[in-house]
Structure formats: C-alpha cells, structure tokens
T-cell receptor
Framework: AQSVTQLGSHVSVSEGALVLLRCNYS??????LFWYVQYPNQGLQLLLKYTSAATLVKGINDFEAEFKKSETSFHLTKPSAHMSDAAEYFCAVSRGGGFKTIFGAGTRLFVKA | GAGVSQSPRYKVAKRGQDVALRCDPISGHVSLFWYQQALGQGPEFLTYFQNEAQLDKSGLPSDRFFAERPEGSVSTLKIQRTQQEDSAVYLCASSLALSGRANEQFFGPGTRLTVL
C-alpha cells in the first residue's frame, strides 16, 4: 500500500523567502513521486517528478525536491518565493504507469508582500 | 485538443437526480483516471481506464457511481440518485500508459458538482 503525508495544511512565507513544503511517503515498492500545483478553479499542473534517475529533481519555476529514501521524504523547496507562487501544492506517489496516484491532503502556500 | 477538457464546469443537482460528467482526454493518451476532490482535500482516486477497459474501480464510493469509456477516448462519469455528500470537484486526468514509467498525468479543470 502507498500513502502520502503532507505536514502543514497552510504555510506562509514572505516574498523572497525560502519555500519549504514537507512530504513524507509510504510505499512497499520503489515509488514514483510527484509534486503538483493547483491554482484556484484550475486543474493540477505537474511541478516535478522523481523517477529514480536522480535524487535531486528540478522542476518548473525554480522549484526542486530531494528524494531521501532513509527519511521517506520528498520535500519541495524554492529559494525565493514570488507572489505568483501562492497556490495549493500536492505531493503524490504512484507505482508507475497503469496504476493510480495517491495524493496528499495538500498544503496551501501564502506569500506575503 | 491541447489539453484535457471536462464538461460541464459547474453542475447543480437536486438530491436524487442523476448527473453525467464528461471528460475528453488528450488525443492518444491510453490511460484515463477519475478523481474526486472534496473541499480542502487532495484528489481521491475513483477509477482507471486503459483504452476502453476499466482496470480499477476500487475507488468508486458506491454502486451509484458508474464510469464508462466505450471507444477508448471520451469518458463519462455517471452518478445516480445524487446525495449531498457527492458534492465535490470531479477531476479527470489522462496519461500515456508506459508500464514501469513515471507517467505524468495531465488534469482537466474539473467539474464542480453541488447537490442541494
């Protein structure tokens, strides 16, 4: 079975500050891990994905995430927050093609001017 | 099309009514998923198609929920005798079905269902 836990339903940062959104996963098989972003009234958009090729994954808009097997974590970071980053972020885990994706409950990011 | 489309975008139903939600996936995408997203929650898996075959329907909450994809392209999620607890955003996603690969799912904008 697979599951995802996102620590913190809300995170607030100042513009220009570091963004850190936490995600821990549970999986009985090597997982594929994803971060998606959802803007109001829009569908989910992929930020980045971990496919076992590299533990540090870079995505769009300067986001990146590091896969740490020993900690079963896949935290999302961005060096400098921008107002346009304010959105809901979802961490997700999958066994790969042909299998469902399990999503976390989401973390809403607020960016203060 | 350029992306996954869903219709209608908004649906208001009276309790007990039947509703049908449509999903047009990206052309050529073999896999199609339906998710239910309650307010303030992450998407919850409902069902999965590979072409016209429904390979996993373990997430359908009751026998009032039914999904089909008869020609392996457009899919319809039908909810019979809607209840208030069915109120949610229903998301459709499609992807390539590459076994053993981390297939990115492309999501539609969703259909917001409100049951009064």
């Amino acid at each position: 079975a697979q599951s995802v836990t996102q620590l913190g339903s809300h995170v607030s940062v100042s513009e220009g500050a570091l963004v850190l959104l936490r995600c821990n996963y549970s999986s009985s098989v090597p997982p594929y891990l994803f971060w998606y972003v959802q803007y109001p009234n829009q569908g989910l958009q992929l930020l980045l994905k971990y496919t076992s090729a590299a533990t540090l994954v870079k995505g769009i808009n300067d986001f990146e995430a590091e896969f740490k097997k020993s900690e079963t974590s896949f935290h999302l970071t961005k060096p400098s927050a921008h107002m346009s980053d304010a959105a809901e972020y979802f961490c997700a885990v999958s066994r790969g093609g042909g299998f469902k994706t399990i999503f976390g409950a989401g973390t809403r990011l607020f960016v203060k001017a | 099309g350029a992306g996954v489309s869903q219709s209608p975008r908004y649906k208001v139903a009276k309790r007990g009514q039947d509703v049908a939600l449509r999903c047009d996936p990206i052309s050529g995408h073999v896999s199609l998923f339906w998710y239910q997203q309650a307010l303030g929650q992450g998407p919850e898996f409902l069902t999965y198609f590979q072409n016209e075959a429904q390979l996993d329907k373990s997430g359908l909450p009751s026998d009032r929920f039914f999904a089909e994809r008869p020609e392996g392209s457009v899919s319809t999620l039908k909810i019979q005798r809607t209840q208030q607890e069915d109120s949610a955003v229903y998301l459709c996603a499609s992807s390539l079905a590459l076994s053993g690969r981390a297939n990115e799912q492309f999501f539609g904008p969703g259909t917001r269902l409100t049951v009064l």
